[in-house]
T-cell receptor, first 117, second 109 residues
Framework: DAMVIQNPRYQVTQFGKPVTLSCSQT?????MYWYQQKSSQAPKLLFH???????NEADTPDNFQSRRPNTSFCFLDIRSPGLGDAAMYLC????????????????FGPGTRLTVL | GIQVEQSPPDLILQEGANSTLRCNFS?????LQWFHQNPWGQLINLFY???GTKQNGRLSATTVATERYSLLYISSSQTTDSGVYFC???????????FGPGTRLSVLP
């Protein structure tokens, strides 16, 4: 089945130790998103890629970076995790963008729950 | 930026009951979606509905774009409907997807 896969499902890191989260998709979608969801809160968009075009949300901290080496894979790098970065990180995809808007359904992966010690 | 409100914040139902969840938004939108987040954290797309009415089994949704609200109807609720229901919108002026705060639904057997 076509899907969005996130690895690992659970990640534990130490304060200040860089960590990378992975997302892959078999849907062949052009757009990939990374969201952060803290406990009992709504998901918050960090950034997205439309093909290789990277779009950062204005309030996303510099500590968060992303890479998309090809259509199928996208990575979230947290350069120096702080205790406040503990959260669920959700990857999503959508097929395309039409006339500059995301007029399409988003499909989410199962998420990676990050713990910072 | 756009403001998205959802009501009620919490809802407890007996299995078999019907319910209506509401999403209000402060500006015109290009895109509106309803999601269900199950107790394990998986977000499932329910409807892509920037306007009009759609139905899928026991669920249906209506968006009245001119009045800036959307409704999600759940009929004959089941315990597996428990979780958090989010609406998410993409405003006309190019801000990316914004999620509402969610409605937490508990369906009791």
């Amino acid at each position: 089945d076509a899907m969005v896969i996130q690895n690992p499902r659970y990640q534990v890191t130490q304060f200040g130790k860089p960590v990378t989260l992975s997302c892959s998709q078999t849907l062949n979608h052009n757009v990939m998103y990374w969201y952060q969801q803290k406990s009992s809160q709504a998901p918050k968009l960090l950034f997205h890629y439309y093909d290789k075009d990277f779009n950062n949300e204005a309030d996303t901290p510099d500590n968060f970076q992303s890479r998309r080496p090809n259509t199928s894979f996208c990575f979230l790098d947290i350069r120096s995790p702080g205790l406040g970065d503990a959260a669920m990180y959700l990857c999503a995809t959508s097929l395309s963008r039409v006339a500059g808007v995301f007029a399409d359904t988003q499909y989410f992966g199962p998420g990676t729950r990050l713990t910072v010690l | 930026g756009i403001q998205v409100e959802q009501s009620p914040p919490d809802l407890i139902l007996q299995e078999g009951a019907n319910s209506t969840l509401r999403c209000n938004f402060s500006d015109s939108v290009n895109n509106l979606q309803w999601f269900h987040q199950n107790p394990w954290g998986q977000l499932i797309n329910l409807f892509y509905i920037p306007s009009g009415t759609k139905q899928n089994g026991r669920l249906s949704a209506t968006t009245v774009a001119t009045e800036r609200y959307s409704l999600l109807y759940i009929s004959s609720s089941q315990t597996t409907d428990s979780g958090v229901y989010f609406c998410a919108v993409e405003p006309n002026y190019g801000q990316n997807f914004v999620f509402g705060p969610g409605t937490r639904l508990s369906v009791l057997p």
